[in-house]
């Protein structure tokens, strides 16, 4: 399946009723972790969005309160999980595949929640992914890795679902246990552990949703993200800041900065395409927007790849909320697969918003949201854009502003040696990449 | 009659405080009496950040020394470091006054003084003045007075440093009630310990690694020609660690030390390492390759700034006699030999003599002994120095601040 096609597919589904129908959102919850998941989701109810639940385990398929229930791999498993094994949970929905694809008839978004490692989880997710992809939505990805100790072999077979869901959504988030732990202190339970992943995939969720489904001074819809994702296969930088009170507005860039999705080792810090989300209440002013974009385009990509949103909400009075979502053309070397279809028109969409292809390419599109997009170009800027999408495997750019980046030293003054700042590693100076 | 003087040592470190008593029996020998440590705090990058904390541990120290001397310290003599510590090369010149050209002691305070007396920024204040040598005629010469030649030259290497930073080291020493005898910096007290009569004369360069700053001093003919500050250490490699690897800095600490090594080696590449050991919830494999690169690159750069600021003294033909290198950081696996590459010279390990006791014979005690050390010699130049108006070499510092 060519990423035009569901492109252009999903977006002539928008493009027929603009104005009274938002966009169809349906969240699935692949296996036992990933049908929690959603089952907390439900707890706050977000407008004209359907959940739903695939899971192999009859039992924990019935407990769960969500309406939309699919029943996988009965012929393989007689109802029983797939006991861990991802080979049992691959053939059950590929069994069931037509049920599955039923699921996804008229959505314009997929989101897949799993907890990757298990049976279920780590077979079937991959497939719902490509029935929801071919089905014509967008898919995007919150998966959970397991904790170390869970075993390698859990671990292995979640580092391979994880490729294969690459290969088939428009973006995979990956939340790795082990770090979201070291957002809890010493003394957090084993449920506390668990939990944190739900809680990560539940902000995450949402805060997409509210970029949808709530109009903004600056809008970001369907057709915004369906740009920033078309091209499958990269890597998705996913971020999320959130703060209140005095200050917000840099204490929220704090916490988007130490958000541990961020810090993924194996991730590029400059995404190619970058799509930045603020909600806040109606004191949010202009020049705290502008002070949240520098920051992010600073940190993530260059300023004329970003594409900016901001949504009021009066209930949010004094308190903000940073969702930032990027895309790379990167294959990690880590997931060293087949060289992806690129399409090269596709790779530089931003910068050539005037150039003659995407008129022709993207009719709709542009009635439906340029107008609506904000994108500044700065000249002065563009030679600090590295030309290294020709390449295939481009050099880990570590953008550091130095401030963030000397960890037990930052209250410190500066240890300057011939201009660098010696607190900040060496490696981060260098751009060195260090896999973990 | 015999006289004795209890005076301390006190190094207010990075990651601890070391005291140490020591008693000077008739300003000859020398016995320690007591010591103690005290995990630092408030100290980073060998300069203090948190006045209170670091006065409270240092506190601590002295007191833990004290008692187990049993005695109360007379004086203090402190170590100092910090990247604000600065040294440079002046020579003083004078002719000889007298009409048959012997050198009297008046001319040799006049080129002393001469020598010492170069003017500092307003809030900068000397620490020390180590002579190089006299030079009577141009000619190396020993002790000059009665000598006969026309013209005295005398060079010193001259350490100043930040005045403020220096004030709060003496004022957590006064805070204790104890007035600080003379300061002393790092590196020279540790080169004093580590570095064989041997090496001193052919020319040796010391290095302290320590946690927060990597001190040089660089000798030669015997005595310190330059000293300096790195201001990068052990902690810098714990941050890269905690920054690099995404875990917390007591797991960073942790991990340096168990698996730390200066170099990456062929077989690191596969090797996993657990992050915390005890495969709990939230334990994790870490590459040990990362861990060790992200070490490897620091230490290379730190060995790569430390070759810009030695400079000329950094030489192959400068230092016959190596590198030694102390301080906590030396004890990584490895670091002699990424030291010798990096700086091109011979490089060995250093220990403490051997008649330190043996819960004293660790790197780490070097500084403190080195202290004692010179307090023991600095007794003795009182006793032969020439007629000068001050005393030892530093009084100026401690008049300065009227203790």
């Known amino acids: ?436 | 009659m015999s006289q004795s003087k209890i005076i301390g040592a006190v190094e207010i470190g990075t990651t601890k405080v070391v005291a140490l008593i020591g008693e000077i029996v008739n300003g000859r020998s020398l016995n320690l009496i007591g010591m103690a440590e005290c995990s630092s705090a408030g100290v980073k990058k060998g300069q203090i950040v948190d006045f209170r904390a670091a006065s409270n541990a240092a506190h601590a120290a002295i007191l833990g020394a004290e008692k187990s001397a049993g005695v109360q310290i007379e004086a203090v003599y402190l170590a100092q470091t910090g990247s604000h510590l600065e040294g440079f090369s002046h020579t003083g010149a004078v002719n000889v006054a007298a009409s048959d050209n012997s050198i009297s002691a008046a001319d040799i305070h006049r080129v002393t003084s001469d020598a010492k007396g170069k003017e500092l920024p307003p809030d900068r204040v000397y620490i020390h003045h180590i002579k190089h040598r006299f030079l009577v005629d141009g000619k190396p010469v020993e002790k000059p007075l009665g000598q006969q030649g026309k013209k005295l030259e005398v060079s010193y290497w001259s350490v100043h440093g930040d005045e403020s930073n220096i004030r709060d080291h003496i004022h957590i020493i006064n805070g204790f009630g104890l007035s600080v005898e003379d300061m002393i910096l790092s590196s020279i007290a540790t080169a004093c310990m580590v570095t064989s009569e041997d090496e001193k004369r052919r020319g040796a360069l010391v290095l302290d690694m320590g946690a927060g700053t990597t001190d040089w001093a660089v000798y030669r003919d015997g005595v310190i020609v330059g000293t300096g500050v790195v201001p990068v250490g052990g902690d810098h490699l714990t941050n890269d660690l905690a920054l690099g690897l995404r875990v917390n800095r007591k797991y960073a600490e942790k991990l340096k030390i168990q698996f730390g090594k200066a170099s990456v080696e062929k077989d690191d590449k596969g090797e996993k390492v657990w992050m915390v050991g005890d495969q709990m919830i939230g334990d994790r494999y870490l590459s040990r390759h990362s861990l060790v690169h992200v070490m490897q690159l620091r230490l290379e750069e730190l060995f790569q700034v430390l070759k810009t600021q030695l400079g000329e003294f950094g030489t192959a033909e400068a230092l016959p006699g190596g590198i030694i290198l102390s301080g906590g950081a030396s004890q990584l696996p490895g670091m002699c030999e990424l030291a010798s590459k990096e700086l091109g010279l011979p490089v060995r390990l250093g220990a403490n003599p051997q008649w330190v006791r043996d819960d004293l014979r660790a790197v780490e005690y070097s500084t403190a002994l080195g202290l004692m050390h010179y307090a023991l010699t600095g007794q003795h130049q009182e006793e032969f120095s020439l007629p000068r108006p001050e005393k030892g070499l530093m009084r100026k510092v401690s008049k300065l601040f009227s203790l």
């Open chain 1, 1 to 436: 399946m060519s990423d035009s096609e569901n492109f252009s597919k999903s977006d002539t589904m928008f493009s027929g009723d603009l104005e009274g129908e938002s966009t169809r959102i349906k969240i699935v919850g692949v296996g036992g972790a990933g049908t929690n998941a959603v089952d907390r989701l439900q707890l706050d109810s977000t407008a004209g969005v359907r959940l739903a639940a695939i899971n192999t385990d009859a039992q924990a398929l019935n407990s769960s309160p969500i309406q939309e229930k699919l029943m996988i791999g009965r012929a393989i498993t007689r109802g029983l999980s797939a006991g861990g094994e991802s080979d049992l949970g691959r053939k059950a929905a590929e069994g069931d595949s037509d049920a599955i694809a039923g699921l996804f008839q008229g959505v314009d978004l997929v989101f897949i929640l799993a907890g990757l490692g298990g049976g279920t989880g780590s077979g079937a997710a991959p497939i719902v992914a490509r029935q929801a992809s071919d089905a014509g939505a967008l898919v995007i990805a919150f998966v959970t890795l397991p904790f170390t100790i869970e075993g390698a072999q859990r671990h292995q077979q979640a580092q391979d679902a994880l490729g294969d869901l690459r290969k088939t959504c428009d973006a995979v988030i990956p939340l790795p246990n082990d770090l979201l732990m070291e957002m809890l202190n010493d003394d957090a339970t084993v449920l506390d552990a668990f939990a944190q992943a739900d809680i990560w995939i539940d902000r995450g969720v949402r805060s997409i949703c509210t970029m949808l489904s709530q109009t903004g001074l600056i809008n970001l819809d369907f057709a915004t993200l369906s740009k920033a994702f078309c091209n499958q296969g990269g890597k998705t930088l996913f971020g999320l800041g959130h703060a209140e009170g005095e200050g917000y507005v840099k204490k929220a860039l704090e916490d988007l900065k130490s958000c541990p999705l961020l810090n993924l080792p194996e991730y590029t810090r400059k995404a190619d395409r970058l799509l930045v989300n603020i909600v806040g209440g109606t004191d949010l002013s202009i020049r705290q927007v502008n002070e949240i974009m520098s920051a992010v385009t600073e940190q993530f990509g260059s300023r004329e790849n970003t594409i900016l949103g901001a949504v009021i909400d009066e209930s949010r009075q004094n308190s903000v909320d940073i969702c930032v979502l990027g895309t790379t053309d990167v294959n990690g070397a880590r997931y060293a697969r087949k060289p992806l279809r690129k399409k090269p028109e596709h790779e530089l969409p931003p910068l050539a918003l005037e150039s003659a292809d995407e008129d022709a390419d993207e009719p709709v599109l542009k009635t439906a949201s340029a107008n609506q997009m904000v994108r500044t170009v700065h000249r002065s800027k563009l030679k600090k854009q590295k030309d290294d999408r020709d390449t295939d495997f481009q050099e880990e750019f570590l953008f550091v502003s130095d401030e963030e980046q000397r960890g037990y030293f930052e209250k410190t003054e500066r240890n300057v040696f011939e201009g660098v700042d010696l607190d900040v590693p060496t490696f981060l100076r260098r751009g060195v990449r260090i896999a973990v």
